[in-house]
């Protein structure tokens, strides 16, 4: 499976930007990815990678880590979106979306077996 992130970009402190990750490629034992829970994490300079939401093949999500964004999936499209708004500086990092192995909401990277190759999102003051 290969993901392919979109979308980061320069902007200023209070404004938004969607970002989008299009899923592609052999699909893991042969099932879509459709089932499987996806995220966004995000990592800044000299920091660990930490979940923002996450988001299951039906729709259920969980984007309590960052209230101020909302994630969200076309699987027809085989599309994961984030949707940030009132962006602060300390937003800027990294952001991979990731495929889990599970059908479950879950946090722990190591649950994701695929990662996109990050788009960049830096929000100035």
């Known amino acids: 499976v290969q993901l392919v992130e979109s979308g980061g970009g320069l902007v200023q402190a209070g404004g938004s930007l969607r970002l989008s990750c299009v899923a592609s490629g052999d699909i893991l034992s042969g099932d879509t990815t459709s089932g499987h829970a996806m995220a966004w994490f995000r990592q800044a300079p000299g920091k660990e990678r930490e979940i923002v939401a996450t988001?299951?093949?039906?729709?259920n999500y969980d984007q309590s880590f960052e209230s101020r964004f909302t994630i969200s999936r076309d699987n027809a499209k085989n599309t994961l979106y984030l949707q940030m708004n009132n962006l602060k500086p300390e937003d800027t990092a990294v952001y991979y979306c990731?495929?889990?192995?599970?059908?479950?909401?879950?946090?722990?990277?190591?649950?994701?077996?695929?990662w996109g190759q990050g788009t960049q999102v830096t929000v100035s003051s």
């Open positions: 990731a495929l889990s192995t599970h059908m479950a909401l879950t946090s722990d990277p190591s649950d994701y077996d695929d």
């Open positions: 988001i299951t093949g039906i729709g």
